[in-house]
């Protein structure tokens, strides 16, 4: 069951990156909740937007499509996505569906960013 995603900060000043750190499982439990909480985080005009996906442990069609969806919205209000991953799960999953290349990958959180406004993690508690 998906946690309330309400504890996302409201839309920050420009030039200022925000973070979200996810973990547990996105998918199609928890797609509505994420896609609620990174449609109000890209709000604004030149949403600079960190997702730390190091925790993340699964993700199915309907997380990449929330992923995929939050990517058109920055780029569509010229502002930057980076999705910060560990280990190999995440690129290969891109890579096996076709979006290898499509997101900004990082190994490790990008450099001057740990101060930015972190918002509360979305999670799922196992059933």
Avoid: W, Y
Avoid at 18 to 43: I, M
Avoid at 44 to 49: E, K, N, V
Avoid at 105 to 113: A, E, H, K, Q
């Amino acid at each position: 069951m998906p946690s309330d995603p309400g504890g996302f900060a409201p839309p920050l000043q420009e030039d200022t990156t925000r973070v979200v750190s996810l973990h547990g499982e996105l998918d199609l439990l928890t797609a509505p909740a994420l896609r609620a909480g990174l449609d109000r985080a890209t709000a604004g005009p030149c949403p600079d937007l960190v997702l730390d996906l190091r925790q993340v442990s699964f993700i199915d069609c309907a997380g990449l499509g929330v992923l995929c969806r939050t990517r058109n919205r920055v780029l569509a209000r010229r502002g930057r996505l980076r999705l910060v991953i560990g280990g190999t799960f995440l690129p290969r999953l891109l890579r096996h569906t076709g979006l290898a290349g499509v997101f900004e990958v990082l190994p490790g959180m990008p450099v001057g960013v740990p101060g930015a406004a972190v918002a509360k993690t979305v999670d799922r508690v196992a059933r």
